[in-house]
């Protein structure tokens, strides 16, 4: 048992080894799995299994049950936010009443046993630059002589569109992406694989409730529409993206490979994270003001190899999600199922606490030392990234929220 479980309060499941874990009732995630060669379809997870959720809603005449069928989240996510408070407590009813044991019993599967798949098709990705750490960072880095943060970035979440059709779930390797690089002491761009390959710890946050085009959504209404967070690594070509950046923004060093987990965690099972922002000066316009908590105290974990090499808090990002939202449809664009958007970097006032390569290297000029007394400035060959993420409980002890790997191959000739 880890240590956030021996001080967690100990629901009454009958799940075996469920009660205390990460992956306790307070929790049960989402995902898309599947055995053998049986069809995808959605389950969710407590402690280390995985249930089967169709036939039990089928038996229970749930309503909504076909949505749990589909081999993606879309049936579920699309269905609102009642549908996703209903379908959450039937969850909690199945593990924590006993008579419901031999109903259940023959649905679980042990999690090393199944098969993940993407647990919905993307249709828009937004990539945010929500944390002041992290943009004071970078700021100082590219712009020694000026001041870190422009002067946009305290009046409204900055952003840009992604690549939908490249983001993909944890597992799936990562080619090193080719581009134009320019070093600074060159005269011109040459072609090639990036030399300045990064990582950059991120939540993401899956839409369900769609928008008409013209609408807005307030801030209040965050919860209305997002259905959960998953973890998120943008993977990041520097060198490509300091020489394509300026004036409009980053481009092909992002667009190659955003990998997400496959366990979707719901907003519900995040109530007891819930924390005030970072004082915010200037005051935000109206559109962009939230009733406080707003924020939420996440911590995640970022691993090269076997080794830790940060833990970046979530709790000291200056943009939350529901300005985040507002802000993205503020000028009428619409919303879909299925729509992402991330955090951007999630980095803290302390060193160890940076969500990037960039940061903790300094730009690259202070390499750090892996677990294996190996030294990186940027992601090698052959490098495995990994992130996972805790948040406090409903009972105490901290629930996990999945994790996200990914290896870096070479280049492709």
């Known amino acids: 048992m880890t240590e956030s479980a021996s001080r ?7 799940v075996e080894d469920a009660a205390g874990s990460d992956y306790d009732v307070d929790n049960l995630p989402y995902a898309v799995f599947s055995v053998g060669g049986d069809q995808p379809r959605v389950g969710t997870r407590i402690g280390d299994l995985v249930v089967d959720l169709a036939p039990i809603a089928a038996t229970d005449m749930l309503a909504g049950a ?15 936010r009642a549908t996703w408070t209903s379908t959450r407590s039937w969850l909690i009813s199945l593990f924590t009443d006993g008579a419901k044991r031999a109903e259940v019993e023959p649905f679980l599967v042990p999690v090393d046993e199944v098969t993940v ?6 249709a828009d990705y937004v990539d945010f630059y929500a944390s002041i750490d992290h943009a004071s960072n970078t700021g100082r ?4 002589d000026q001041e870190p943060l422009l002067p946009n970035w305290r009046h409204l979440p900055v952003g840009y569109h992604g690549r939908a059709g490249s983001v993909v779930i944890s597992g799936t390797d990562v080619v090193r992406p080719c581009g134009q690089r320019k070093p600074v002491d060159a005269d011109e761009p040459t072609y090639g694989p990036t030399q300045r390959l990064d990582i950059e710890a991120e939540l993401g946050y899956v839409v369900g409730v769609p928008t008409r085009l013209g609408d807005r959504v307030p801030t209040s209404g965050f919860a209305d529409h997002v259905f959960g967070v998953t973890l998120l690594n943008d993977w990041s070509a520097r060198d490509i993206q300091g020489w394509e950046s300026r004036p409009l923004g980053p481009f092909l060093g992002k667009s190659f490979a955003t990998s997400i987990s496959p366990w979707i965690t719901p907003l519900d099972a995040l109530e007891a994270a819930k924390v005030k922002l970072p004082p915010q000066d200037p005051q935000p316009l109206p559109y962009l003001r939230v009733d406080e908590p707003a924020g ?3 911590e995640v974990e970022i691993r090269v190899g076997d080794g830790v090499i940060a833990r970046a808090p979530y709790s000291s990002m200056y943009w939350s999600p529901a300005q985040m939202l507002a802000h993205l449809t503020v000028n009428g664009a619409s919303l879909r199922t299925g729509d992402l958007y991330a955090s951007g970097t999630i980095s803290g006032p302390e060193p160890e606490q940076q969500g ?7 730009g690259g000029t202070e390499p750090i030392t892996l677990s294996d007394g190996m030294t990186r400035a940027y992601l090698n060959d052959g490098d495995t990234v990994t992130l996972t993420a805790t948040a406090p409980g409903a009972r105490g002890g901290r629930i996990a929220l999945g994790s996200v790997t ?4 070479p280049a492709a000739e």
């Open 141 to 144: 880095i590219f712009r020694p």
């Open 66 to 80: 076909e949505a749990l069928t589909q081999p993606t989240l879309a049936g579920l996510l699309g269905a609102g």
């Open 356 to 362: 990037s390569l960039l940061e903790l290297t300094w």
């Open 117 to 122: 798949h993407p647990p919905f098709e993307v």
């Open 296 to 298: 939420y105290d996440i």
């Open 406 to 409: 990914g290896t870096v191959l």
């Open 8 to 14: 967690r309060e100990q629901a009454p499941t009958w």
